[in-house]
Every structure is written in structure tokens, then in C-alpha cells.
């Protein structure tokens, strides 16, 4: 039980040194990506290539995960409150969502296929390579 509640502060502690770092970087580098975004890549690169071994996140992972839903009330909340000044636009951003959900969808299979592609041909070339 104490490794895992120790697991858990480590892998909140990598994952916010990440934050951190990308924070860092996006404002000194002015790199026009969100820092966010900037330390999910960081993270990826570093677990892809096992600088940061998987079993001191996972657990602090799994506890995001599930409290994640949490995040979104005060979302609803403020919805919510401010419902009489956007009820006039309500269908508006109802539809602004829909389409750039169904967008952001469409564009994240498109990549992930093309890197599926390179990938698969990367191996073919090197498997020709190797027998040459």
C-alpha cells in the first residue's frame, strides 16, 4: 500500500517536472505550441525510448484517469451560470463543437494512419536493406 501511494507522488512528480520543462520551453523558445501539448511529446519521446520506465506513471496515471470526470463540473458549472448570456449562440457552439470534434477525429485517424504507413514501409526498406 505505501509503495504504491509512493509510486503515485513519483509519477505525479515526473509528469509535473515534464510540465514544467515544456512550460520553460514554449516561453523561451516562443515555439507557437501549447505547453501542454509540447510536454505530452516530451513524454511520449521519453517513454518510447525508455528514459522513463512506464511502471513509475502508470499508477498516477490510473488515478488521473479516474478522477478525470471531476475536471469537467466546474466546466458545466460555469455553463450553467452563465446560460442567459449564451443561450442567444447556445445552437452556435452546440454546432462549433460537433465540428471541430468530428474534425479534430477525421485529422487525428488521417495522421496516425500516414505514421501507421511510414512506419511499415520504414521496416520493409530496412528488412531489403538487411538482405542486400
Do not use: W
Not at 33 to 54: C, E, P, Q, R, V
Not at 105 to 125: F, G, N, Q
Amino acid at each position: 500500500m505505501l509503495t504504491k501511494i509512493f509510486k503515485i507522488i513519483i509519477g505525479f512528480i515526473i509528469i509535473l517536472i515534464i510540465q514544467i520543462i515544456s512550460n520553460y520551453i514554449v516561453k523561451f523558445t516562443h515555439i507557437p505550441m501549447s505547453s501542454a501539448i509540447l510536454g505530452l511529446i516530451i513524454f511520449t519521446i521519453l517513454l518510447k525510448y525508455k528514459i522513463i520506465n512506464k511502471k513509475y506513471v502508470e499508477d498516477c496515471i490510473s488515478l488521473i484517469l479516474n478522477y478525470m470526470p471531476l475536471l469537467f463540473i466546474p466546466l458545466f458549472v460555469g455553463i450553467i451560470s452563465y446560460y442567459s448570456i449564451i443561450k442567444d449562440d447556445l445552437l452556435k457552439l452546440i454546432l462549433i463543437i460537433i465540428i471541430s470534434t468530428i474534425t479534430v477525429l477525421i485529422l487525428t485517424a488521417l495522421t496516425v494512419e500516414t505514421i501507421i504507413k511510414y512506419v511499415r514501409l520504414s521496416k520493409r526498406k530496412n528488412k531489403y536493406e538487411v538482405k542486400k
